[in-house]
Structures are given as structure tokens and as C-alpha cells.
């Protein structure tokens, strides 16, 4: 009938959410185990957190290269040779005898979240209404919020309960899940539009885009700095047991999406200007509690 809006594809978008799902819970949940891994591996704590380093390293400079490098192959092929990369890399840091071991299984998983994430996101938006690619791209990257929200906590619980390398098994259980829907739901000839070089230095030439990429890049190094290092903190600082800790942690990931949704509602009655300096002013505000507590727990 004339006048319908088109559905959103449901089934495709939620494998690639899935896929992200994958991805956030693999390299979020260190927070989670970096004590265990410190324990076991004979490292300070301080080496562990640098796993998380490794990882966005990889990650920040791998992402344009693979997308310029290999993006004239077929997408669904890339997706699942992206989840792949996230699959062995778990199975690797899941069997690494070594810590040095652990750190290339980093970097396998990283390069596979480089190549998986930015072509979701293009393939959400080819597969989706022109009017509801918004809606498609927050649907699959409400993957890696939900990772964030219950994700590390189950990761954490796993690992307290079973080891952490059980962690790292079910990241790659999930990861081969992805795979295989990604496989059945998202068809062979989906097309995104090609990259560039002339495309990024297009961007490149946005001050106005750059000056959000340093924002985004300052926030979140603020955020995942602490968060990378909040079990210890949480554990030797304010003395919580475990337990304690798994909910502080599942905590953070529903404020997480309560967040996100708020700043949904927010952004359209005060725009995105406002927005954005009251969720840095209350982020700033929750870091400066946490340093004031450090400081008073450790005179």
C-alpha cells in the first residue's frame, strides 16, 4: 500500500548488534579480570591495564587501513572475516601460556573489531529506509552498549567463578554465533559505498568534525582510563568484596544506557551543544569524586 513506512530489517541489524555485542564485551571486560590475569601471569596490574592500550592502538590505526585496503570485497565475506579476527584472538588469549602471548592475541582481536565495526555500520545503513538509518545504526551499535551494560559483568563473574580465560572463551563462543547469523542473515550482494582516499581527506578538511572526533577522543580517554582500573581500585581502595564489584560494574552499564537515552531526549529540547558540556561537566564531576576518595582512602 501506498503510504506504508518501510519496516526496519530487524533480523539483519540484530546479527550485526550481536557482532558488536561480541567486540565490546572482548575489550571491556580486562576491567573486569585484571587482577586474575595479574595473578596468574606474574604481572603487575599496572601491565595488564596496558592489554586495554594495545587493544585501542590497534584499533584506532587499523580501522582506516583495512576499510581502504580491503573494502572493495564483498561486505558480508568482510563481517564474517572480522568476527573471525575477534574469534581467534579470544582463543588465543584464552590458550596464552605467556603474557607476552596475551598481548598478540590482543592485537588479533582488535584488527578483527577494526574491520568489523566501521562495515556494520555501512552495511546498517545500506540495508535500512533512508529515513530510519539513524535508527538502524543506534540499533547496532546498541550492541556494544548492552556489552558495557551486562556484558562485563558476565565476564567478571565468569572469570571469578571459572578463571579468566573462560572469560575469553565465551567472548569467541559468541563471536562464531555471530558469524554464523551474520552468515544466514545478511545477504551476499549488500553494496555500502566505496572509501577513499579523497573521502577521508574530505573529512579531514571538517574542523568543525575534527574538533567532536578530540572531543570524543578526551572523553573517552578520561572514561576507559579509570574504568580500565576501577577493579583494584574498587577492591583494594574501598575494600568490596567481588560480589560488590560484578554489581558496581553492571551498574555502570545500565547508567550506560539510561545515558544514552537520556542524552536522545535531552539532545532534541536543549541541541547538542548544551548537551554535550553537561554530560562532560558530570563526567568531570564523577572523576574528581573518585580522585578525592583515592586521596582520602590512601592518607
Not at 501506498?2 to 565490546?24: C, D, H, K, M
Amino acid at each position: 500500500m501506498q503510504g506504508e513506512t518501510p519496516r526496519l530489517p530487524r533480523g539483519p541489524l540484530v546479527t550485526l548488534a550481536l557482532g558488536n555485542f561480541a567486540i565490546g564485551m572482548g575489550s571491556l571486560v580486562i576491567a573486569g579480570i585484571i587482577k586474575l590475569i595479574a595473578a596468574e601471569m606474574h604481572v603487575s596490574v599496572g601491565a595488564v591495564g596496558q592489554l586495554v592500550t594495545v587493544y585501542a592502538l590497534t584499533y584506532a590505526i587499523a580501522s582506516p587501513l583495512l576499510v581502504l585496503s580491503v573494502g572493495h570485497l564483498p561486505r558480508r565475506t568482510l563481517l564474517v572475516v572480522g568476527l573471525a579476527g575477534v574469534l581467534v584472538g579470544n582463543v588465543v588469549g584464552a590458550l596464552a601460556p605467556t603474557f607476552g602471548v596475551l598481548v598478540v592475541a590482543r592485537v588479533i582481536a582488535a584488527l578483527g573489531a577494526a574491520l568489523f565495526t566501521p562495515l556494520a555500520t555501512g552495511v546498517a545503513a545500506a540495508l535500512s529506509p533512508p529515513a530510519q538509518r539513524g535508527q538502524a545504526i543506534g540499533l547496532v551499535f546498541g550492541g556494544l552498549t548492552v556489552a558495557t551494560a551486562f556484558g562485563v559483568p558476565l565476564g567478571t563473574v565468569l572469570g571469578q567463578q571459572f578463571g579468566w580465560r573462560m572469560t575469553f572463551v565465551v567472548v569467541a563462543v559468541i563471536s562464531a554465533a555471530g558469524m554464523l547469523a551474520i552468515g544466514r542473515a545478511i545477504a551476499a550482494n549488500v553494496t555500502t559505498p566505496p572509501v577513499n582516499l579523497a573521502a577521508w581527506g574530505s573529512v579531514l578538511r571538517q574542523s568543525g568534525l575534527l574538533l567532536a572526533v578530540g572531543v570524543t577522543l578526551v572523553q573517552s580517554t578520561a572514561q576507559f582510563v579509570v574504568f580500565t582500573y576501577i577493579t583494584p581500585f574498587l577492591g583494594q581502595g574501598l575494600g568490596l568484596a567481588a560480589s560488590g564489584i560484578t554489581w558496581l560494574l553492571l551498574g555502570f552499564g545500565v547508567a550506560s544506557i539510561l545515558g544514552n537515552f537520556a542524552a536522545a531526549q535531552t539532545g532534541d529540547r536543549w541541541g547538542a551543544r548544551r548537551t554535550v558540556l553537561v554530560t562532560l561537566g558530570l563526567l568531570a564531576a564523577a572523576l574528581t569524586v573518585l580522585s578525592l576518595t583515592a586521596g582520602t582512602l590512601g592518607a
